[in-house]
């Protein structure tokens, strides 16, 4: 499964960081993968996201009757575009009407240093930082998403989730004053990849550069490391798609994200 995947490794770092760290134990609670024909013939991951990996129409066809079967567990479905559009027809008659549908999402990457010079302030966040940076996540989330992730169970597992990405290195931010002005996260990072996710400055500060030159410095790091950094963006975010090009990043392909509820 992950030679399969490796032949992709931008687009399935998502999935394939889950399973270098995790395999493909389902007891672990974080998804499964799904296979019509075998690995080399079609993949598709289920969990908090239902990403198709690869296949043709009738493998699609599979997968999407097997994710009706029981109640819904992902909040979106992602993942290169012609896959995850003809999925979604599929699974529409079934899950009704979209919260949003992203239908064009340039995916972005980096594998050398960034074209511009780093915001050298931009550093990894602190434990003893996390209420702080936990207000910009929140904010993020919200703006980005359209809903609260404190909501259903007073904000717990988002607190471990985010409490978690700073415990292991991979939460970047620029503080003035104990307020957070730049927060990126390296949401998913396998061994050929880090995802870069979570872009947001403060709304006081748009518009000065922050956004471009702080995630130059999380992609430098990335890179840094051995990986190719990568971020996919909407294609109506003109100011971020700027940035991104500033930086260096180049478009290697396409996702699109359904937002369910």
């Known amino acids: 499964m992950l030679q399969v995947l490796d032949a992709d490794p931008v687009a399935s770092c998502m999935v394939v960081a889950r399973l270098q760290e995790y395999g493909i134990e389902t007891r672990t609670g974080l998804g499964e993968v799904w296979s019509r024909g075998g690995p080399g013939k079609s993949l598709c991951f289920s969990g908090a996201n239902l990403i198709p990996l690869c296949g043709g129409r009738g493998d699609l066809e599979a997968f999407a009757e ?34 949003e549908v992203r239908s064009e999402q340039p995916l972005l990457a980096l594998d050398g240093p960034s074209a511009v010079v780093a915001d050298a302030k931009v ?37 471990r989730r985010v409490a978690s990405l700073i415990q292991s290195g991979r939460a970047w931010a620029r503080f003035e004053d104990g307020q957070v002005v730049y927060k990126a996260e390296v949401g998913a990072m396998s061994r050929r990849t880090g995802q870069i996710q979570g872009v947001w400055v403060h709304p006081d500060r748009r518009g000065q550069g922050f956004g471009t030159l702080g995630t130059a410095a999380v992609a430098n790091s990335v890179v840094a490391s051995g990986r190719t950094a990568s971020l996919y963006v909407n294609s109506y975010n003109e100011v971020a798609r700027r940035a991104y090009a500033t930086i260096g990043f180049r478009q290697i392909g396409t996702f699109a994200t359904i937002l369910v509820d």
Request: positive net charge; charged residues 30%; aromatic residues 8%.
């Open 66 to 99: 097997r994710a009706v079967r029981w109640p819904r567990v992902c909040s979106s479905l992602v993942g290169r575009q012609e896959l995850a559009l003809p999925m979604w027809e599929l699974l529409s008659r079934h899950w009704g009407p979209p919260r």
């Open 123 to 159: 550093r990894r966040v602190r434990t003893d930082e996390l209420d702080r940076y936990l207000v910009a996540a929140v904010a993020m989330f919200t703006e980005e998403i359209g809903v609260d992730p404190r909501a259903g169970d007073g904000g717990r597992s988002y607190r």
